[in-house]
Structure formats: C-alpha cells, structure tokens
C-alpha cells in the first residue's frame, strides 16, 4: 500500500530530452537483505510478510510501470550471505546460478555494491555467483594483487536521455574480518580515495551526472582499529569530500535513511532483510551542454503489505526447496528444553555447547562465543538444522590462538562494555550489538557492573589460579573476533594454532550427531555471572523487552 510521499514518485512526468527539459529519475534501492529472498523464515518455517526480495520486488514493478525509462534499480550490498539458503547456495546445491543473483536478474538490478558478507565463502565460491549476474557489482577501492580491478568501479546507464553513472564501493572492514581468505588476493582500501578516482573516470567516459552505492555505514567509529585500515563508515564523508555526486545510497548499518542531505547530497538507506525500499527522486534538467539535478528528494516504501513477485518466486523455487529440505534436516533430539534468553548475563547450557565443542576441536584451554540471538532454543524433540543456524546464524570458521592473561583480561573487558549501568539501571549499550559480548569458558570470572568500564571483570582465575599478566592460554574463537572484529583489534596479531577452516555450524551439527542426544546436564557449568544480583536482574530485564536485543 502507497503512502502519500511513494505516491509522488509514481506521479512522474514522461518527456522528451532537450534544452531546458527537466526529467525526474528515480533510483529505487534495497541493501543488507542477506539472502532473504522470499519472506519465508528458515528457522521457524513460517512467513514473514514484513519482507523479502520478492516483496520489494512488487514495489520496484510499480515504480517501474508508472516512470517509464525513468527507474534505476541498485543494491548496496550483503547478498550472499546470512541465512540458509545462501548457505546451501555455496556450500551444497552449486549448480546453476546463484538464487539471490537470480533473483536480482528477475528483478533487472543495474549495479550492486560488494558487501563486505560477499567475501564469507572466499573468492572462488564468490566469483562464481556473480558470474550469473546479467548485472555488473562494483568495487571502486579493491584490487587484485597485481594492480588490477578486481570489479569495475563504475557503470553509466542512460534513463530518459540522461547518462547516470553508478559509483560502487565496498567495506575496508573485509580486510579485517576476512582476511585470511583475501590476503595475497585482493586488496580493500579507502572508500572516499577511491570514489574520487572513480567519478573522474566516469565523467570522462561521458557520465551526466553521478550517484555513489556503497556497503558501508553513515559515520562514527569503525568496530576495528582504523591503523592500517580505512574506515567502516564513511558515507556522510563522502557525501562532503566527493566531488560531483548527487546521492549516496548506503548500507551495512541495517538501519534505514529516507531523505537526509549533507553538503547538498541526498543520502537513503533502505531497511535490511528486504523491509523496504529506498526511492530517491532526482529531478535533472537540460542546460544545453550538460544536464543539471536541479531538486532532490528521497522516500522509504515498506514491504508489508505487497504481494511476493511471481517472477522473483519462480526464479528462487530451487534454491528455496533446498533451502528448506536443508533446513528441515534433524541432527540429533533432546529430552528437555534449553534457552538462550539470559546467556548475556551468566553461563548457559546452550552457549557452554558451543563454547565445549569449539575446546573439544581444537584442544584449547579457553573458548569463546556470543549469543547471537537471545532467542534461540532447543525445544524438547528433534534438533533440526534449522534450530542450529537460529543458534549459530554465522558462517564463522573456527581457529584458536595464543594469548597472554593480560590480553584475557583485556578481551574480557571488552566484553563487559556491552552493560550501560546508571544508578540502578541496566540496559545494553545501544551503539554495541549484542554479537559483541563474549562469554569465555575455562576461565571463572564475575562482571561487577559497580565498577566502571574497563575495570569490571574481578576474580579471573584459570584452573582454579588467579590468572597473571605474563600467564599464556590457547583460546578457540570464530574468525571475526580472531581478526580483531567488534572491537577486539588487540588479538588481531596473536599466533593462531589452529585454523583448518571448519564453519562452526557444522562442527556443533556433527557433535549433535555424534551424541545423538543433548543434555542441559552435559554443559552445566557455571564459570562467569554479572554482580550483583539486583543489577544482573535488571539487565535480564532490559534484554526481555520488547523481546530482548539480538
């Protein structure tokens, strides 16, 4: 259903390109939908009629309908990744294109933006994905090692007689979070240095005028150290430090943006998942030699509501059938239920799971992991596959590594950050996600939310001993955290003792397996908390609101 503002949009005038003319264009944008094609829920088996690609779909088809040759379609990244069928598009059911590519082909997208998600299944397995596309996906700051693109930087298109060039770039954090499957390979630098470079080219190969695509965050601190790597978001810079642009859609943040300007460029950003649609109206005249955007506007049309395409439908049937016979794949059953509802506030069986399956495969003293959804369970019954991925979403692989007791202490500190406590208030912080907090086992340990940040984890022992700056420890941990992602920079450089590339999902798939039974009892341990009591209930509290942050 059309809202007042979407309605605007669709009431674009049709005309001839010449001197004086005006044309309005209208650039429809979606972003972050990581492999939701449809609105149906792999996890729960249920719909969601909130979202989807195929819902945003319906949209683009109106949009497109009543502005003929007026409509340019571009995503600004993380596609490929996030759900189960993007995973057994690239781990199991390889033949054929791509669903999400697909899709996007169904849909007739102009460009797409590399999201830094892309990366997560390494390079060959990417390659081959967008070699389906009928679309090119753009990366304006990433280079082969010898030099050479490893993606075009821009694309010109022309819509009612105006030549648009689409400006594309990608997240430096890649660098960071999958570098062991980039390093010698390709190379992520700088978003604005690049852009700059890009939109010279394209002017030169006769662009009227230029809009930016880019997977990365509107502005503020980048979750990594910044050192050697260039910033995670810097869309508001580039709206200010980039010559020529007029519009900068964006991503990567999973929030949205309808109509914001800076410096006289207009920047959206369409909701994650598919849950709308970012169209950016840009009214363009004719001023003899070159054309002029002359007005600017941008609105958000949301998914609910709209119909699934039955272009898009049909394009993902396979995907979608596998993705469900995957995810419906029982893996072993338990006789009681376990919940993750209060892992961000003392030990769990479900995360003690984990965290014993990850020392278990790698011989660690320590291991550690994040709820990544504090709703996730095991009911009594069956253990699907599905109920795994709900439990571990990501495509983390395993490695272990050496650190100090400083540096334990340190990651540990970290983690408690995650706690805003004012007075007899406790809440998340709202700037760190909650993928962030880390719990560790093989270590006993309290987090005094009386203490300030940065001085809050007391008694840390390790086998029983007080553990000392100079100590050393083996610990298991996903990829992300081991490259310093989240605000872990300080392991970044610590000596890894294990990396054979096993996704942790599939080692927690096969220890269920192996089991074939599951027991709360089997993962007992109680190791770490939050004190006091008064204030760890209170932050139980603040995470059951509203159903609780993910």
Do not use: C
């Not at 394009?315 to 072993?332: C, E, F, K, L, M």
């Amino acid at each position: 259903m059309w809202s007042a503002a979407g309605a605007l949009l669709l009431a674009l005038p049709t005309r001839m390109p010449a001197q004086g003319t005006v044309v309005d264009l209208v650039i429809a944008a979606t972003t972050d939908v990581h492999g939701r094609l449809r609105g149906y829920d792999y996890f729960t088996g249920r719909d969601d009629a909130r979202r989807g690609l195929a819902r945003a779909a319906t949209i683009v088809d109106s949009v497109r309908s009543a502005n003929p040759d007026r409509v340019i379609l571009v995503d600004a990244g993380d596609l490929l990744q996030g759900n189960p069928l993007t995973y057994v598009a690239a781990r199991r059911d390889t033949a054929g294109p791509h669903p999400v590519i697909a899709a996007m082909n169904a849909m007739r997208y102009d460009a797409a933006a590399l999201g830094n998600h892309e990366f997560n299944y390494g390079l060959p397995t990417l390659e081959r994905a967008l070699a389906s596309a009928s679309f090119p996906f753009l990366a304006a700051n990433a280079r082969r090692a010898d030099g050479s693109r490893f993606l075009p930087a821009y694309r010109i298109v022309e819509r009612g007689g105006v030549r648009v060039g689409i400006l594309g770039a990608t997240n430096p954090g890649s660098m960071v979070w999958d570098r062991d499957l980039l390093r010698g390979r390709v190379t992520i630098g700088d978003i604005v240095t690049s852009l700059k470079a890009a939109a010279i080219e394209a002017r030169e190969a006769g662009a009227d005028i230029l809009i930016v695509v880019v997977h990365a965050g509107l502005d503020g601190a980048s979750t990594y150290d910044t050192t050697n790597v260039a910033s995670e978001n810097p869309s508001a810079r580039i709206a200010m430090d980039v010559p020529g642009i007029d519009l900068v859609v964006y991503g990567h943040s999973h929030r949205e943006m309808a109509d914001t300007s800076i410096g006289g460029v207009l920047l959206v950003q369409a909701k994650n998942f598919g849950e709308s649609v970012a169209l950016a109206r840009l009214t363009v005249q004719n001023r003899g030699q070159r054309w002029s955007v002359i007005a600017k506007r941008g609105v958000l049309v949301r998914s609910a509501g709209h119909a699934e395409s039955p272009a898009v439908v049909a394009a993902t049937a396979r995907g979608h059938a596998a993705a469900i016979a995957y995810a419906n794949t029982v893996v072993g059953r338990t006789e009681s239920a376990w919940n993750a509802d209060s892992a961000r506030v003392g030990a769990t069986a479900l995360m003690n799971f984990i965290l014993e399956v990850e020392r278990k495969v790698t011989g660690a003293d320590l291991a550690s992991t994040a709820a990544f959804d504090l709703g996730a369970a095991l009911p009594a019954g069956p253990i699907t596959v599905a109920q795994m991925a709900k439990l571990y979403p990501y495509d983390n692989t395993l490695r272990a590594i050496r650190i100090t007791g400083a540096q334990l202490k340190q990651y540990l500190e970290q983690s408690a950050r995650y706690w805003e406590v004012r007075g007899d208030t406790v809440r998340p912080d709202p700037n760190i996600p909650g993928f962030n907090f880390d719990m560790v086992a093989g270590a006993d340990y309290e987090i005094d939310l009386r203490r300030p940040v940065g001085d809050r984890v007391v008694g840390l022992r390790v086998r029983g001993k007080a553990v000392r700056p100079t100590d050393t420890f083996t610990m298991a941990l996903n990829n992300y955290r081991a490259g310093g992602g989240g605000g872990y920079g300080f392991i970044a450089t610590a000596p890894v003792l294990y990396d054979q590339q096993r996704e942790i999902r599939d080692l927690l798939i096969e220890e269920a397996q192996r089991r074939g039974v599951l027991r709360p009892a089997d993962f007992g341990a109680r190791n770490w908390r939050l004190t006091p009591g008064s204030l760890a209930a209170a932050a139980y509290a603040s995470t059951r609101r509203d159903g609780g942050p993910r």
